[in-house]
């Protein structure tokens, strides 16, 4: 039968089968995925890598498999996981409901929770995760494990808890819950230079070598971010000639050697970098908005009453610590809420947004309102829900958040938005897209605290 679907000519399928055929292909991949950690669960069992002469069942999955070794760690640790620990989602996989990339997200997402979490709280965070895997891909399910994490690191005896992922030290591999940077543009495998063999340039001395510039910014699972990425001689000696003398070492007062690394230092230098071109307003305005750090965070967590995690505009939680060293040098914007986390009106009459009502539309929006697109808020523009040449005011209530791309796909293709009960927008598309015309909302642009109060 598997055979015979291989050969089957899929342009003579019609829309909805075509659809419905890639659904079933998916959730038989994920079913199989679950016998085949039941079988790398055997092998372990048999003690087969002894047999072998392999130093660890992971080393005996890689070279039967050909695969890196930590993703051969992460299959035999998921395998074991899923038979104990995390028998929900070994359920789920089996029934063909999650892929196994979200399985995997979900385990290194338990694995990062705080020490201290009782065996309820994880099951609660288990089935929470599993629910959102219906709605979001791995790396927004990764997102909100570490929102959890920060939720629940105030039970933790030693903060932060341990590093999920025992091969990474931070350098050299993907974070294996597909969590790239917003634009999909993942990292090569492999070790240092193997971004060669993925980029479209020439050979050596062939074209512009800034066409193989490449970087890439990836959310890992415990909470920090890795960046990678390749340069050509140009951009690489004038990043460090910028960073050269922010790195030096800077002993103390006394002559105590400075003790952190050179990897730390060039660290720090980036960072000191960043943090003097935004000082110095040296980065071009970003919808109406000059661009800083900015922090969103609810009064509760904010006076230390408890409440959601605070987090960047790009998603990612804070700790309280982290917030209280920013708070001491801030400049506070406040944005009353209702109870559904959304802004009251602070309407202009103008036809462009004013840099106060679009934080405004940032706190509702959280991004592009699309169905299914994740860019972040700077990506975004703001657009008229009923166009201002036909009299639609420039308030919260006429405006959402619309990435260049839909944008366009919304004014060209007949979409149509309106604001729901809860003044949250929603999308109808065009009856030659959903016949039944069916609102539809972007799970992407709602807040994550929404999503964990109702977990």
């Known amino acids: 039968m598997v055979g015979q679907a291989v050969h089957m000519p899929g342009w003579g399928l019609s829309d909805p089968e075509l659809d419905g055929a890639v659904l079933d292909c998916s959730a038989l991949l994920a079913r199989l995925a679950a016998v085949r950690l039941g079988l790398v669960r055997e092998m372990h069992g048999r003690g087969s890598a002894l047999r072998e002469g392999a130093t660890s069942t992971a080393a005996l999955v890689r070279a039967r498999l050909r695969i890196r070794p930590v993703d051969a760690q992460r299959l035999v640790d998921l395998a074991l996981a899923v038979d104990d620990d995390l028998a929900a989602t070994g359920a789920a996989l089996i029934a063909g409901t999650i892929s196994v990339e979200q399985a995997q997200t979900i385990h290194l997402a338990l694995r990062s929770l705080p020490r201290g979490v009782d065996v309820a709280t994880r099951r ?29 690191t105030d039970v933790d005896t030693s903060p932060g808890g341990d590093n999920p992922d025992p091969e990474d030290n931070g350098a050299g591999n993907n974070d294996g819950a597909g969590n790239a940077d917003a634009d999909s543009d993942s990292p090569p495998d492999g070790g240092e230079g193997a971004g060669r063999s993925a980029t479209s340039g020439a050979a050596d001395g062939d074209g512009d070598p800034a066409d193989r510039r490449r970087l890439w910014i990836t959310d890992l699972s415990d909470g920090m971010t890795r960046i990678s990425g390749e340069l050509d001689a140009e951009a690489a000696a004038l990043l460090r000639t910028a960073l050269d003398s922010l790195a030096a070492p800077m002993p103390a007062i006394d002559g105590t050697p400075d003790p952190r690394s050179p990897a730390r230092r060039r660290a720090d230098a980036l960072v000191d970098f960043v943090h003097r071109a935004l000082d110095a307003s040296a980065v071009p305005i970003s919808g109406g908005v000059r661009p800083h750090l900015t922090v969103t965070i609810s009064w509760t ?23 209280r060293r920013l708070a001491c040098d801030a400049a506070v914007s406040r944005i009353i809420l209702d109870p559904a986390s959304v802004p009251l009106d602070v309407g202009r009459t103008q036809r462009t947004v004013p ?6 539309l940032v706190a509702r929006d959280q991004g592009c309102v699309f169905p299914g697109c994740s860019r972040p ?14 009299e639609g005011p420039t308030c919260l209530d006429n405006l959402v ?26 999308l109808i598309p065009p009856p030659w897209v959903d016949h039944t015309q069916t609102p539809r909302r972007n799970p992407y642009s709602q807040p994550v605290d929404i999503l964990l109060n109702s977990a």
């Open 301 to 323: 967590t904010l006076v230390g009453r408890g409440g959601p995690a605070a987090s960047t505009s790009w998603g990612q939680p804070l700790s309280r610590a982290t917030v």
């Open 377 to 390: 808020p700077s990506w975004c523009q703001a657009h008229h829900i009923i166009s201002w040449i036909d």
């Open 124 to 152: 609660s965070a288990e089935q929470f995760l599993l629910t959102s895997a219906a709605r979001f891909d791995p790396a927004e399910l990764a997102r909100l494990g570490r929102h959890l994490r920060e939720r629940l």
């Open 355 to 360: 840099g106060d009502l679009r934080r405004a």
């Open 401 to 426: 958040l619309l990435c260049p791309w839909h944008h366009r796909h919304v004014h060209h293709h007949h979409w149509t938005i309106r604001l729901g009960a809860d003044r949250r927008p929603e």
